[in-house]
């Protein structure tokens, strides 16, 4: 069962809250201060995009938790001035049991917000040309792991720096 730890935990700014891909037992109620959460772009640049912020009342941390996913989705980093988070833990046997309504509240949560996924070209197989025009051409691309079908805009970098142009893109 989820606890409530009598303590808040107080993070100074760019602290890891949670890293990406690995396990966590703790979710994390943002109280005072923000965070952001960040996601691997997954083409081994090493660079991750920005893909949430958490600010006062928000909560992260649940997918692990709840067993929604293996290991932790996004990287979260406390923000300046810093972050202070008050915390429920499944390992800790002291604290205040979390009652079922919550429990349900949090789990629901967490279902309708997933993380988007890190996508990257090498990840996707090409199937056909959908169409094409003045600004580039429409590919049919399915993703290689799943087999979703991902429509694909390239677009011609030196026709949309035309003045005017940027508008109408």
């Known amino acids: 069962p989820l606890r409530l730890v009598p303590f808040p935990l107080l993070l100074q700014t760019g602290s890891v809250i ?3 891909n690995e396990p966590n037992t703790i979710i994390y109620l943002v ?3 923000s965070a952001t959460v960040t996601v691997d772009k997954g083409d ?3 660079q991750s995009f920005v893909c949430a912020s958490c600010r006062r009342g928000d909560f992260f941390g649940e997918s692990t938790v709840l ?3 293996e290991n932790n989705p996004a ?3 406390a923000d300046d001035p810093g972050c202070t988070c008050a915390i429920f833990d499944t390992r800790g046997a002291g604290g205040k049991a979390l009652t079922p309504r919550l429990c349900n509240y949090l789990e629901a949560v967490a279902a309708a917000r997933r ?3 890190a996508l ?3 990840a996707l197989e090409y199937v056909a040309d959908i169409g094409g025009g003045g600004y580039g051409t429409v590919m049919l691309m399915r993703h290689k792991r799943d087999k979703q079908p991902i429509a694909l805009k390239v677009m011609r970098r030196e026709r949309i720096q035309q003045p ?3 508008l109408h893109v």
Do not use: D, M, N
Request: net charge positive; hydrophobic share 25%; no cysteine.
């Open 75 to 77: 990287t979260v980093r």
């Open 31 to 33: 109280i005072e201060g």
């Open 67 to 69: 067993k929604i996913t």
């Open 164 to 166: 005017k142009q940027k």
């Open 18 to 20: 949670v890293r990406e």
């Open 44 to 46: 081994g640049s090493g």
């Open 120 to 122: 990257s070209l090498g």
């Open 115 to 117: 993380v988007p996924e």
